[in-house]
């Protein structure tokens, strides 16, 4: 007899090969997804001006995204490990369309707030799901197929201000309608998706990374938990500054007009997408926990300088942060999926639902303090955040270096 569903996830040998073909699907909807995302923030001196907002609403708007994109990501990774479920992520994307269309014709400060709920919800489905599909397809190689699936994400992230300053910025808040075809175009490929991902769990084939059972004591898996969640958290506190609030930092000390800080934006975030293509491999490579540590704690210097270098120092350096800090999370992904193998689904909702929750609630902060400080005040004190990356230390060695 086969195996039920919620069993035959977590209890069947991956694909032998890596599924190239299925891994760049799965990465090209990723950018898609994440350059449909990346519009709101994108959006933020536009709706700033036109609504009176103060810098603490901005945060807000920020929060109430990313909390609606965290809380319900372990819950749906849970969910998919026991019960795999193909074609949820076209009926995540579904949501980050009514959200867009909402955010285009959205008229006030609590319709923009139910509009990116709308888009985080579509994102807490995608996440978990998609990381599934990944591991899936990796083959036994695990670090690359994330940073195959990352990368897409990171480039999304890169092009959405690019292109909400070559098309929302100079037409105003509606034309985020022009962004709708991307969202069927992700609608489309994740049908196809979803059709492989079927045909693997009709041959019984798994969908989780691993059957082995963790190889060390569960005090020192919540340990390491933990580890990762601070690290976690000093990364993405830090990115969430720099992608809210280094348009505003641009502008007010180098006196860049919008379009241009827009435009160093984009620099920032293109260069955490080369970042990030090096993480797994290198992971694969030499070890996950050298990869987290030297990414945190290597973009330390960089970041302290930033805060105090001039209009093309600030650019480069920032660059520079992205370059470096980004290689990190795919790491800590894969590294956490080994502590608790055949729960890739969880691990996944987890970390994203942390990444995401935690930029909300940076975005918040950093948001609050501004508007008692100064923007450049909060690029000072989150320059310190990286040297957290310190703890990646103590962190068990888990894997065999290859």
């Not at 508007?371 to 909060?378: P, Y």
Request: glycine share 10%; charged share 10%; proline share 6%.
């Amino acid at each position: 007899m086969n195996p039920p569903a919620r069993n035959r996830a977590a209890a069947q040998p991956e694909p032998a090969g890596t599924v190239y073909p299925i891994l760049l699907l799965v990465s090209v909807t990723h950018l898609l997804n994440d350059m449909m995302q990346s519009v709101i923030p994108a959006l933020y001196p536009l709706l700033k001006e036109k609504f009176g907002f103060t810098f603490a609403q901005i945060g807000l708007i920020t929060l109430v995204f990313q909390l609606a994109s965290s809380i319900l990501q372990p819950l749906v990774g849970r969910y998919a490990d026991r019960h795999p479920q193909p074609y949820s992520l076209t009926a995540g994307m579904c949501f980050t369309l009514l959200g867009l269309l909402a955010l285009a014709f959205a008229s006030g400060f609590v319709p923009l707030l139910a509009a990116v709920a709308l888009i985080g919800w579509g994102s807490s489905i995608f996440h978990p799901e998609s990381s599934r599909v990944a591991q899936l397809a990796a083959g036994g190689r695990k670090g690359l197929a994330q940073s195959i699936f990352q990368v897409g994400g990171n480039a999304g992230s890169a092009f959405g201000p690019l292109l909400a300053a070559l098309v929302v910025i100079p037409y105003g808040q509606h034309a985020i309608v022009w962004f709708l075809p991307a969202a069927l175009l992700a609608i489309v490929i994740l049908l196809r998706i979803g059709d492989w991902y079927q045909r693997q769990l009709t041959v019984g084939e798994a969908a989780a990374s691993g059957t082995g059972a963790p190889q060390l004591p569960q005090r020192k898996i919540r340990r390491a938990l933990l580890i990762l969640t601070a690290l976690v958290f000093s990364k993405y506190f830090y990115i969430a500054c720099m992608t809210n609030y280094f348009t505003f930092f641009l502008i007010g000390k180098f006196a860049f007009t919008v379009t241009e800080a827009q435009y160093c934006l984009f620099a920032f975030l293109a260069a955490s997408a080369v970042g990030t293509v090096a993480g797994g491999p290198l992971g694969d490579r030499f070890g996950r926990k050298y990869v987290i540590w030297g990414s945190i704690l290597g973009a330390a210097p960089f970041a302290l300088l930033l805060p105090y270098a001039g209009p093309g120092g600030t650019v480069a350096l920032a660059a520079l942060v992205g370059l470096i800090i980004s290689s990190a999370f795919s790491a800590i992904v894969v590294y956490a999926t080994e502590l608790m193998p055949g729960r890739v689904g969880m691990i996944a909702g987890l970390f994203f639902g942390l990444m995401f929750g935690l930029g909300g609630l940076g975005s918040a902060f950093f948001g609050w303090l501004a508007d008692r400080t100064s923007i450049e005040f909060i690029f000072r004190i989150s320059a310190l955040l990286p040297l957290l990356g310190i703890v990646a230390g103590l962190l068990p060695d888990v894997e065999r270096r290859r």
